[in-house]
């Protein structure tokens, strides 16, 4: 009886193992789709922005950040590397480094910074290829908060193949952090206890 059904289960293993295969392409499809095809705002259709915010990272989220302000888009600038406030005591920038790992992180702070200075329109600046993950990202960590959030990518090409392949790995993993973040810090601060800071070799001035 038991060599009759061992076909059987072995054929119930490999058609669950093909379904997990074929779901897991599925979603590595949808995901590369989701990340080559993301836009972000123009800034011309984000009214009275309060702030805005250069992501960590390339160092051409900054520079187009504060073109944007210079344009009037809003009329203040923050990187997500800095405390605002910590600045404007005229403290140096070391003292006001704010320490961010990732971009569940960045979101934690500025989603501090928002409550604090009471902001209720921000355009947040990164990459094409980021935009995707980090919009996800921030919808998770700002939700039920009533600040708009608008997404602005910096100019320059579509994202390349290497570029959607490291978003998509992130995508999933980013989304489950930006959860445990909310749902339970102690334990998000816990499983990054041993990930590194973002450094961005820019000078904190103009901030």
Request: glycine share 6%; proline share 5%; net charge positive.
């Amino acid at each position: 009886m038991m060599q009759r059904r061992r076909p059987v289960v072995w054929m119930r293993f490999v058609a669950g193992s093909s379904a997990i295969g074929v779901l897991a392409l599925l979603s590595w499809w949808g995901i590369s789709r989701v990340i080559t095809h993301a836009e972000g705002s123009l800034p011309s259709q984000v009214a009275a922005a309060d702030l805005i915010v250069a992501l960590a990272g390339n160092p051409d989220r900054r520079t187009y950040a504060l073109s944007l302000v210079k344009q009037g888009i809003a009329p203040e600038f923050m990187s997500t590397l800095f405390d605002p406030s910590c600045l404007r005591e005229g403290r140096s920038g070391p003292a006001c480094v704010m320490r961010v790992r990732n971009t569940i992180d960045e979101a934690l702070v500025l989603r501090r910074i928002v409550d604090r200075e009471r902001y209720t329109t921000v355009i947040v600046v990164t990459s094409r290829y980021h935009l995707a993950r980090a919009r996800a990202v921030f919808r998770v960590i700002f939700a039920g908060r009533a600040t708009a959030i608008h997404f602005v990518a910096t100019p320059g090409n579509s994202p390349t193949n290497v570029q959607i392949r490291r978003e998509a790995r992130s995508y999933l993993p980013s989304l489950a952090g930006a959860l445990l973040a909310r749902s339970v810090p102690s334990l998000y601060e816990w499983a990054l206890r041993n990930q590194l800071v973002c450094s961005d070799m820019v000078k904190p001035s103009g901030t």
